[in-house]
């Protein structure tokens, strides 16, 4: 069993920034690739971006490149999204998900992932 725990949302004007974590309760994220989605009202859940463990290879969704950055520190097994210039489109309930096989292939589809963690609402408003 797998527990992802997200942090770092909250209330940020266009053009801001925030760095989300999630914390996985795992014997280390190289077995894992961890991906980040997010969710508006009404609409569907959305890939973001996704590393993977073995090799910290980064993934991103064309509307996020150049954005946001996510890393990973092995030591304190978390998962960081750094996000700047953010847009009010970016709004949502951001989540983060493992799959546990490792493999990043199709990563953008929430379908791959075995574990979810429980959200954190960003709101980029002015």
């Known amino acids: 069993q797998v527990q992802l725990v997200e942090s770092g949302g909250g209330l940020v004007q266009p053009g801001g920034s925030l760095r989300l974590s999630c914390a996985a309760s795992?014997?280390?994220?190289?077995?894992?690739?961890i991906g980040w989605f997010r969710q508006a009202p009404g609409k569907e859940r959305e890939g973001v971006s996704c590393i993977r463990g073995s090799d910290g290879h980064a993934y991103y969704a064309d509307s996020v490149t150049g954005r946001f950055t996510i890393s990973k520190d092995n030591a304190k097994k978390t998962v960081y999204l750094q996000m700047n210039n953010l847009k009010p489109e970016d709004t949502g309930v951001y989540f983060c998900?493992?799959?546990?096989?490792?493999?990043?292939?199709?990563?953008?589809?929430?379908?791959?992932?075995?574990?979810w963690g429980q959200g954190t609402q960003v709101t980029v408003s002015s």
């Open positions: 795992v014997a280390t994220l190289d077995w894992y690739a």
């Open positions: 998900g493992a799959i546990t096989s490792g493999s990043s292939y199709a990563w953008e589809s929430e379908y791959k992932y075995d574990y």
